[in-house]
């Protein structure tokens, strides 16, 4: 059995219970749970990654993320998220977005698996729901952002805290770049779905679209529609990337996560 525990304003909801025991009947659970609270977190697993790519199969296809190799041929879907102390610049990750925007078919989910983290409560990931931005959302910038599409790049502001995983496990690739709606509607509830990391444009272009995009990524991450998400060892995540925006915090230390993203 399984127990959802949402938090506060439905901004993302624990689990408790051993993922390895999974049921078709408990995945149909989770599935609901992340179309209503858009991230859900599990403590206390051990999972070694044959038990983590077989839990992450249940959600969909994998993704193999295109920037840098995975954590092995045998897992190569298996992204190695590190923080090194010896690391200079913004951890990976450190900026509001949501995962592979800039792909023609970008990720559904992402899922995160803790291997080794610093004391709790630091190297958070913080989370920003995005139906609640939408319900939120002045009704003048709302009106303008039904029309059109955003335009997405690899090498969007965000591409900056890459620099340290590239240099390591980098792949050499020409830059990606995507167009999608930037109002989605899951089942019943809108969402805005558009990655301040990575937006470089809308299409059909705005009458001030600067000042529409300022606007735009102020309100997507109010504080009113965060979520902060503290980290132990053999924790997981999962979240939906068209409903959550996401960013690791600032910090000095050495951590080591393993992501999958799920099409």
């Known amino acids: 059995m399984f127990k959802i525990i949402p938090n506060k304003k439905n901004i993302g909801a624990e689990i408790i219970g051993n993922v390895k025991k999974i049921s078709k009947k408990d995945f149909k659970i989770f599935l609901k749970a992340l179309e209503l609270y858009g991230m859900i977190f599990f403590r206390r697993q051990k999972l070694n990654s044959s038990h983590y790519i077989a839990?992450?199969?249940?959600?969909?296809?994998?993704?193999?993320?295109?920037?840098?190799?995975?954590?092995?041929?045998?897992?190569?879907?298996?992204?190695?998220?590190?923080?090194?102390?010896?690391?200079?610049?913004?951890?990976?990750?450190?900026?509001?977005?949501?995962?592979?925007?800039?792909?023609?078919?970008?990720?559904?989910?992402?899922?995160?698996y803790s291997k080794l983290v610093p004391k709790k409560g630091r190297a958070n990931t913080e989370f920003s729901s995005q139906y609640l931005a939408y319900d939120y959302l002045p009704k003048s910038i709302k009106n303008k952002l039904l029309k059109v599409k955003g335009r997405?790049?690899?090498?969007?502001?965000?591409?900056?805290?890459?620099?340290?995983?590239?240099?390591?496990?980098?792949?050499?690739?020409?830059?990606?770049?995507?167009?999608?709606?930037?109002?989605?509607?899951?089942?019943?509830?809108?969402?805005?779905?558009?990655?301040?990391?990575?937006?470089?444009?809308?299409?059909p272009n705005l009458k001030n679209s600067q000042k529409v995009k300022k606007e735009l990524f102020k309100h997507?991450?109010?504080?009113?529609?965060?979520?902060?998400?503290?980290w132990e060892k053999d924790q997981l995540a999962i979240w939906d990337n068209r409903s959550m925006l996401h960013q690791a915090t600032p910090f000095k230390g050495n951590r080591i996560m393993h992501r999958i993203t799920i099409l």
Do not use: W
């Not at 992204?79 to 951890?91: A, E, I, L, W």
């Open 55 to 112: 839990f992450a199969k249940h959600f969909g296809k994998l993704a193999n993320y295109p920037r840098l190799k995975g954590l092995s041929k045998k897992f190569k879907q298996i992204t190695v998220v590190q923080r090194k102390v010896t690391d200079k610049g913004p951890s990976f990750g450190e900026q509001f977005h949501t995962d592979s925007i800039y792909t023609k078919k970008p990720p559904r989910f992402t899922m995160l």
């Open 152 to 203: 997405y790049s690899s090498e969007g502001p965000i591409s900056v805290t890459t620099r340290e995983r590239v240099k390591e496990k980098g792949r050499k690739i020409d830059e990606l770049k995507s167009i999608h709606k930037i109002i989605k509607k899951i089942n019943s509830k809108n969402t805005i779905y558009c990655s301040p990391g990575h937006l470089v444009g809308f299409s």
């Open 220 to 230: 997507q991450v109010k504080k009113k529609f965060q979520y902060s998400l503290e």
